[in-house]
């Protein structure tokens, strides 16, 4: 089936302007998660969405992101007045988590941000 | 919070011979431990993972093995191929996140 895709793939923007990169996790998912991947860096947690619970926002780094998943499904990131540092790739997973230790998480393509 | 150390950074072998990438992490509570191959341009794919309830996993050329009492958790990788070449990611999950290690670029020589 299909898996979870992102767009744009590419996204590049002057710096203080705001953007949002979209997530479309995989069909049934209940888990919704957003990283963060600088170059050549390793992945760094964002937020987390489980079902109607309230998000973990605990890994956003700034009051200037924020994130929102509709209807159970897509999921949108939101970074508002962008700076240079924002510039990164940005990854969605999603996973099924159908019991407490089941995590397996699956991840899009990402949405490479480029701040002017 | 978890941390999770990984090593090599960068690793290259010889098409044919066996790669070795360990990671190490700090939070007890840790239980869930997957193995993620990204490729160039491409989000990471799961290619392996192991729970804290069991000490050793195989998949055809890829094997994972955990030590809990010493919070160590490797991955092994036999006969490898050029198409191997990738950085691999270690991660662990005490809750729901994913905490991943630095990545390890592998390059097989063929």
């Known amino acids: 089936g299909a898996g979870v895709s992102q767009s744009p793939s590419n996204k590049v923007t002057e710096k203080g302007k705001d953007v949002e990169l979209r997530c479309d996790p995989i069909?049934?998912?209940?888990?919704l998660y957003w990283y963060r991947q600088s170059l050549g860096q390793g992945l760094e947690f964002l937020i987390y969405?489980?079902?109607?619970?309230?998000?973990?926002k605990s890994g956003l780094p700034s009051d200037r992101f924020s994130a929102e998943r509709t209807g159970g499904s897509v999921s949108t990131l939101t970074i508002q007045r962008t700076q240079q540092e924002d510039s990164a790739v940005y990854l969605c997973?999603?996973?099924?988590?159908?019991?407490?230790?089941?995590?397996?998480?699956?991840f899009g393509p990402g949405t490479r941000l480029t701040v002017l | 919070g978890e941390n999770v150390e990984q090593h090599p950074s960068t690793l290259s072998v010889q098409e044919g011979d066996s790669a070795v990438i360990k990671c190490t992490y700090s939070?007890?509570?840790?239980?869930?431990f997957p193995w993620y191959k990204q490729e160039l341009g491409k989000g990471p794919q799961l290619i392996i993972d192991?729970?804290?309830?069991?000490g050793e996993k195989k998949d055809q050329r890829i094997a994972v093995t955990l030590n809990k009492t010493a919070k160590h958790f490797s991955l092994h990788i036999t006969e490898t191929q050029p198409e191997d070449s990738a950085v691999y990611f270690c991660a662990a999950s005490p809750r729901r996140a994913l905490t991943f290690g630095s990545g390890t670029r592998l390059q097989v020589q063929p």
């Open positions: 997973a999603s996973s099924l988590l159908r019991a407490i230790s089941y995590n397996e998480q699956f």
């Open positions: 192991i729970r804290s309830n069991v």
């Open positions: 969405f489980q079902g109607n619970s309230a998000p973990d």
């Open positions: 069909s049934g998912h209940t888990a």
């Open positions: 939070d007890s509570a840790s239980n869930y």
